[in-house]
């Protein structure tokens, strides 16, 4: 039962950074109809922009572990939204009347240019994140093992996503968001400016993804520049599973595939860990292709 | 002679001079600059096949490694063991991965454009993390394979790049005459139509699900027997040779340079193998030029380099 345990709250914490991370691509989904394969790459962008501010101003040192890493996160989460607005308008803008697929090449062609940007700036060497910044004890509830990092994540994420969901449903943007989702001519007709609402799409989604980026480069304390593919991959089976383009779906599935992972490893095989995933995108696309809460919509003739 | 022979004229004077001028390259080139164009005409082959499934069809395949994949292992494990010629395996791995890919494509067929990407995706990781953990005890781990035969030729053995050379450009012509038969034909229009209106396809008495099963199948067939070529021209083969790049690779050289033409896929394996090579004096940074290229690419010819042109029938 303390494996069971340990590896459940484990798998939360991990699914809790997938659950960031499917947000940008079920937001994206939603309005472009595009699997942003830029999307990962934005992650590592956020875990290496974490990186170079907080040793270039030691924001922990002058305020405090807990007002710097607030400070450090708002600063990743500007920085990595402002990345994705311009990714959109020079990569994905010129291309929404093109073929699908060229908007997939471009969204590849994207995802190779951060990729060997990062590269070329930071090293192809596995960076180490500063040590002893986060609080580095442990709490021990009935023997299981709890270290204050993990519970920080997924308080943090759950913070986030309780903000975005609060942003969609109840804000006069996040109702044009969720027009531009449903009918893009539509919700022109009703006066809504569609290209300024995929732009903020654009910020809000990757800026989530910066900061799931900046949360692994502490937890983990070290980035390389290719974690985003298989992050990303990860990430975009959570929002299948929860169902695309629906977002307490992607918060569902990052946590369930964090979860199903983590038990997987432990009860099945560590070998066979990567391939969980995959096997759950299968299962979930062969018998329930629109996710645990997508909705079934008609295919249109 | 009016202007359209005279068109069809020249463009079979520039397809010829092109294929003898390719015919003649070894004789100029050194061994590097051969063996380059060995690995763009196996990426051709590759996403020759490709486009079969992606290109004619219209289904967003993003795994076609995992079939080279099967292909090549069948072939390495079999020659390795059983000490059988590759020529004589290559079929064989043909069809062992065009049976996978009937047994693997059948529950997902009726999935639609993006799904179908990321059920592909998920294939080919399976199929490498099934390869890197040994499956079966026969896949050799994280190491792969090694020891694999040179092709045996009637008794001539083909080993230097420029043997090579040859080889793979004599299947090639087979692949792009047996193509283009494939293209002009009944199942051919089929596919294209599913490509065009699945819908309209089913209403015409298309049966959609078995001629994607199809397609998928030769696709894979063909793919199987160029992991054959490949496994004996490295003589040893890994997981890391298949990865999910490579898929992303064989994806790119068909939508660059063209889906569903067979010249702009060739002319696109050619910039996508072939081109980087050029700059390689700029190692890191031709990536990042490449990933950009692509997306100007992208933007200003949408369609690819040389899209298929408009089929006309005459009705009689």
Redesign the interface.
């Known amino acids: 039962m303390e494996l069971f345990f340990q590896q459940f709250t484990n798998g939360l914490t991990v699914g809790s950074i997938y659950a960031l991370i499917a947000l940008g691509y079920t937001m994206v989904y939603g309005v472009l109809k595009l699997i942003n394969f830029a999307h990962g790459d934005l992650f590592t962008i956020g875990a290496y922009l974490g990186l170079t501010l907080l040793t270039c101003f030691s924001l922990a040192g002058y305020l405090g572990v807990f007002a710097g890493i607030f400070l450090l996160t708002v600063m990743v989460f500007c920085l990595v939204g402002i990345i994705g607005v311009i990714l959109e308008r020079t990569a994905y803008k010129p291309l929404r009347s093109s073929p699908r697929l060229s908007a997939v090449v471009s969204a590849l062609g994207a995802s190779i240019f951060f990729q060997n940007a990062v590269m070329l700036i930071y090293g192809a060497r596995v960076r180490v994140y500063p040590q002893n910044i986060l609080p580095s004890f442990a709490l021990d509830i009935y023997g299981v093992h709890l270290p204050v990092v993990r519970v920080m994540i997924f308080a943090v994420s759950i913070a986030l996503m309780a903000a975005l969901y609060f942003f969609i449903q109840r804000t006069k943007t996040g109702v044009a968001i969720r027009a531009a989702a449903i009918d893009q001519g539509a919700a022109k007709l009703m006066g809504i400016n569609v290209n300024k609402t995929i732009s903020i799409v654009f910020l809000i989604g990757p800026a989530l993804g910066g900061v799931a980026g900046l949360m692994v480069g502490l937890y983990y304390g070290q980035v390389n520049f290719t974690m985003g593919w298989s992050y990303g991959l990860k990430a975009f089976i959570a929002a299948i599973l929860g169902g695309i383009g629906n977002i307490p779906g992607a918060m569902l599935g990052g946590m369930l595939l964090g979860v199903i992972e983590a038990l997987g490893a432990a009860y099945f095989s560590v070998a066979w860990k990567d391939a969980i995933a995959f096997f759950v995108l299968i299962m979930i696309l062969i018998f329930k292709p629109t996710g645990l809460l997508g909705e079934r919509v008609a295919e249109k003739v | 002679m009016d202007i359209t022979s005279k068109k069809i004229k020249n463009k079979k004077i520039l397809q010829s001079s092109f294929c003898l001028i390719l015919f003649l390259c070894p004789l100029f080139l050194n061994l590097y600059w051969t063996d380059v164009l060995v690995n763009v005409g196996i990426y051709a082959i590759l996403a020759l096949s490709l486009n079969i499934i992606l290109g004619h069809c219209g289904l ?1 395949h993003m795994g076609h490694a995992a079939f080279y994949a099967i292909g090549a292992y069948t072939v390495g494990i079999l020659n390795v063991k059983y000490n059988i010629p590759i020529l004589v395996l290559m079929p064989v791995g043909g069809m062992v991965a065009g049976l996978f890919a009937a047994v693997m494509a059948r ?2 067929i009726h ?5 179908l ?3 592909t ?3 080919v ?2 199929v490498r ?2 390869l ?2 040994n499956v079966f005890g026969l896949t050799g781990g994280a190491n792969g394979i090694f020891g694999i035969d040179r092709p045996d030729f009637f008794g001539f053995k083909i080993k230097s790049p420029f043997h090579f050379f040859y080889l793979v450009y004599a299947f090639a012509a087979i692949t792009v005459f047996l193509f283009y038969q494939l293209e002009n034909s009944r199942f051919g229009r089929a596919l294209n139509y599913i490509r065009e209106d699945e ?1 309209a396809a089913e209403g015409s008495g298309v049966d959609t699900a078995k001629y994607k099963l199809a397609a998928f199948v030769v696709g894979a067939v063909w793919a199987g027997m160029t992991g054959a070529i490949f496994a004996s021209k490295m003589t040893i083969i890994s997981p890391d040779s298949f990865n ?1 790049w490579e898929s ?1 690779i064989l ?2 050289i068909v ?2 340079g063209g ?1 569903g033409n067979i010249k702009g896929v060739i002319l696109g394996s050619f910039l996508i193998i072939g081109l980087p090579e050029l700059f390689r004096d700029l190692a ?2 031709r ?2 030029v ?6 100007i ?3 200003f010819r ?2 690819g380099i040389l899209p298929p042109v408009r089929k006309i029938y005459k009705v009689n």
Do not use: C, Q
């Open positions: 967003f529950p997902i999935l639609r454009g993006d799904y990407l990321i059920v995706i998920g294939i990781e399976i993390i099934a890197v953990n819908v999910f992303v994806f790119t939508l660059l889906s890191s940074a990536m990042l490449f990933g950009a290229a692509m997306v690419m992208m933007i949408s369609k």
